[in-house]
């Protein structure tokens, strides 16, 4: 099964940038479909971008659409969300999730959080 490694996260003032990175390893990561969820102090875990397997089918949650991008390099076997115009809401723990190609879309990945493996996940923080 799929072993998922976050990095990349920090504190950052807001209206900064900062680029997650999601390495994995122990199976064939194209076969993934791949996505970024985020948990604030107190609420429920959330997605916020997901990428089919291909890298051609995306989707970002309301909040974020605009300031982030979701990408993902399969010769590497790594996840990307490069994040920008953060805001103090941006605050979180981010997790990299992954789920099996034909048991979901991106879209349905991130709406309905259908993930078979997480990430341990990385802290941003959006303050000044």
């Known amino acids: 099964q799929v072993q998922l490694v976050e990095s990349g996260g920090g504190l950052v003032q807001p209206g900064g940038s900062l680029r997650l990175s999601c390495a994995a390893s122990g199976a064939t990561f194209d076969y993934y479909i791949l996505g970024w969820f985020r948990q604030a102090t107190g609420k429920e875990r959330q997605g916020v971008s997901c990428?089919?397997?291909?890298?051609?089918?995306?989707y970002y949650s309301d909040s974020v659409k605009g300031r982030f991008t979701i990408s993902r390099d399969n010769s590497k076997n790594t996840l990307y969300l490069q994040m920008s115009s953060l805001r103090p809401e941006d605050t979180g723990v981010y997790y990299c999730?992954?789920?099996?190609?034909?048991?979901?879309?991106?879209?349905?990945?991130?709406?309905?959080?259908?993930?078979?493996?997480w990430g341990d996940g990385t802290q941003v923080t959006v303050s000044s």
């Open positions: 999730g992954a789920i099996n190609q034909g048991m979901s879309s991106a879209e349905e990945m991130c709406v309905r959080g259908r993930v078979v493996k």
């Open positions: 990428i089919s397997s291909g890298g051609a089918l995306t």
